[in-house]
């Protein structure tokens, strides 16, 4: 996330984000960069439902800044590529481009228990209806529990060798299979050497001394899942580069955009969310990582127990088939009558929460309303029925006069429906706020938890539901959560935090269990659900003084929508990241920086002026800033 005071609006500066990055960093932390060329990575999650929402309207808005000159999509296998620029505007000339071009061999190899005899398992070449037998394998263990199945088939498979990926359908699932893994391998496993042992301190300084990861690693396991901090991912994924680690276990952050070829993938029932068949263009999007291009000709992909219909619900896959591209907005288009009814309803939280969607189409199509004031050239418009145009137009337009929600606030917050905008104003109007004692409370301050929990409820209670205050004790965890991460602790110190406090609380705990819930909050709260909705609540509290002429405490409002994107609340810390320095490298380097206040040459010069050798920081972070100073020297 670049400060935008380092932008040259002169130089060639590229810029990698997701959607919710690029729609925050375009809307609230620099408004007027202007994009000139945008290139779409993985474009088929356009039809990712809220995301793909959201995806479009990113997509939408930049395109018709004027500043574009070159739109880009890319994706894997698609039969429909022209779905893309369908839209395009006039004055784009489009065209779409498809290539079958298969750089390495990728073989479909089923896996299936030999009858009668569970140690005992066949191997079968599919391609299409033709099955051929091509061997078979014999398990040193007996797999007593469907979850040693997949790690003991992978470990029968290719012992002795290293290049494998084991997919798992989630991070504990992860954790388990790599124990597993450990436990077949044998002490004759034990993996050394500097590289794994820089990964391991690594491990134990910045997540806990007894994380499983710091135990795998040491015969050549190891587990990658997208809640784990950057820099350790980072040093996995080069380890396994290296043949420093036989096997890695990954969940769904492998079909993210992680370039992490492989010689074999297993596989047994993948699934992408919780309890949700993976599809199958994803399935090949993970497939396409078997084979290492330039250095094999081949790669193997795995299906465990390919012919049980109880463990691939959609079949077993056979051949690689071409997939078609489907806009999730469009797919509500097709069907609106749940938006507008969700509209004329006033956006019932209950609802929003139970089908996000359908507050992220309703968002979108009623900013793009009231900001060309009307549906002409609204994409999804033109897989709409006229009636139901004319019905979605209605029941926005008697809403917004209901609403009265500027469009700048209803373009910074996507996917909150300008109605629950309009009911938390309400609430502060209601209470006849005379000051800012309702504005969030500086991270800093002793009682900053106690006002971030009160936040916490009136979002809740306005413009989300059940994300905030599940339970009492559950809003103050997520509170302390937000104020450490704000602060800038490192995830260790939040761990640390998150134990003592049920320590305290007298409560039991299971440290693995700790450790990931942790980690999962932190990205799934701290870092996306909380700048979503703190941000909104900032924007309609300014509203309301504003209105109510309060220019002082409007003024005196904080946007800490960025200092919870970096998880970082001084400028030294937010310097350090700016110069591309990963959190948990910016953290640890800050608590050795007396001023909190440095710019760019500030810490730049604070960087140049140490002993590297003599400083206390693991080898993998020091090795980070040894490769930003290098890249500063040029």
Request: glycine letters at 6%; hydrophobic letters at 40%; aromatic letters at 8%.
């Amino acid at each position: 996330m670049p400060n935008p005071e380092l932008l040259d609006p002169k130089a060639h500066t590229v810029l990698v984000f997701t959607q919710e990055r690029f729609h925050l960093f375009s809307t609230r932390i620099a408004p007027t960069y202007k994009t000139h060329i945008l290139i779409v990575d993985e474009a088929q999650k356009v039809g990712d439902l809220s995301r793909g929402v959201l995806l479009q309207q990113v997509i939408d808005s930049t395109a018709s800044e004027g500043s574009l000159e070159y739109l880009v999509f890319a994706s894997p296998f698609a039969a429909n590529p022209e779905a893309l620029i369908s839209d395009a505007p006039d004055l784009f000339r489009s065209t779409a481009v498809a290539s079958d071009q298969v750089t390495v061999v990728q073989n479909l190899i089923w896996v299936t228990q030999v009858r009668f005899n569970p140690r005992a398992w066949q191997l079968t070449l599919v391609e299409g209806e033709a099955e051929d037998a091509i061997g078979e394998i014999r398990l040193p263990n007996n797999p007593d529990t469907t979850s040693k199945r997949l790690p003991f088939v992978a470990h029968a498979a290719t012992r002795g060798t290293g290049g494998n990926v084991i997919y798992a359908n989630g991070a504990a699932e992860a954790e388990k299979a790599a124990a597993q893994l450990f436990d077949l391998l044998g002490p004759a496993a034990a993996k050394g050497g500097a590289e794994v042992d820089d990964v391991i301190a690594l491990a134990k300084r910045t997540v806990h001394p007894n994380y499983s990861l710091v135990r795998v690693l040491r015969r050549g396991v190891a587990f990658h899942y997208g809640n784990m901090p950057l820099t350790l991912r980072i040093g996995i994924e080069d380890l396994f580069k290296a043949d420093k680690i036989q096997y890695l276990v990954c969940t769904s952050t492998l079909l993210e955009g992680v370039n992490l070829p492989c010689r074999n993938i297993f596989a047994r029932g993948p699934t992408k969310g919780r309890g949700k068949p993976m599809s199958p263009e994803d399935f090949w999007n993970l497939a396409g990582r078997a084979g290492r291009w330039g250095t094999e000709f081949q790669g193997n992909i795995f299906c465990i127990d390919a012919k049980k219909q109880n463990v691939w619900k959609q079949g077993a896959p056979r051949q690689k088939a071409k997939y078609r591209i489907t806009r999730a907005s469009e797919q509500i288009a097709r069907s609106p009558a749940e938006v507008i009814a969700f509209i004329q309803a006033g956006a019932p939280r209950e609802e929003a929460a139970a089908h996000p969607e359908r507050e992220q189409f309703a968002s979108y199509a009623w900013t793009y309303w009231k900001k060309h004031s009307g549906f002409d050239g609204f994409g999804p418009a033109s897989t709409m029925p006229t009636d139901d145009l004319m019905a979605l137009e209605s029941a926005i337009a008697e809403r917004d006069r209901d609403a009265d929600i500027p469009l700048e606030l209803m373009e910074r917050n996507p996917g909150i429906s300008p109605s629950a905008m309009r009911a938390l104003f309400n609430y502060f109007e209601k209470r006849g706020l005379s000051g800012a004692e309702y504005s969030p409370v500086p991270a800093s301050s002793d009682d900053a938890v106690e006002g971030f929990v009160h936040i916490l409820g009136r979002i809740d209670e306005h413009l989300s539901r059940n994300v905030f205050s599940i339970s009492a004790p559950r809003r103050y965890q997520l509170a302390l959560l937000i104020v450490d991460w704000m602060r800038g602790y490192p995830l260790n110190r939040i761990i640390a935090s998150r134990e003592n406090y049920l320590i305290r609380k007298k409560r039991t705990y299971r440290l693995p269990n700790l450790i990931r819930d942790v980690m999962s909050d932190v990205e799934n709260i701290a870092r996306f659900v909380a700048p979503k909705y703190i941000g909104c609540y900032t924007d309609v509290l300014r509203l309301y003084f504003e209105r109510r002429r309060m220019i002082n405490e409007a003024e005196a409002l904080d946007d800490v929508t960025l200092q919870l994107e970096l998880g970082a609340s001084t400028k030294t810390q937010i310097a350090l990241m700016a110069l591309g320095l990963s959190r948990t490298t910016a953290m640890e380097i800050s608590e050795l920086i007396a001023d909190s206040e440095l710019d760019r040459n500030g810490v730049i010069a604070w960087l140049r002026a140490q002993d590297w050798a003599y400083v206390d920081l693991p080898n993998l972070l020091k090795r980070e800033v040894e490769n930003l100073l290098t890249v500063l020297t040029g």
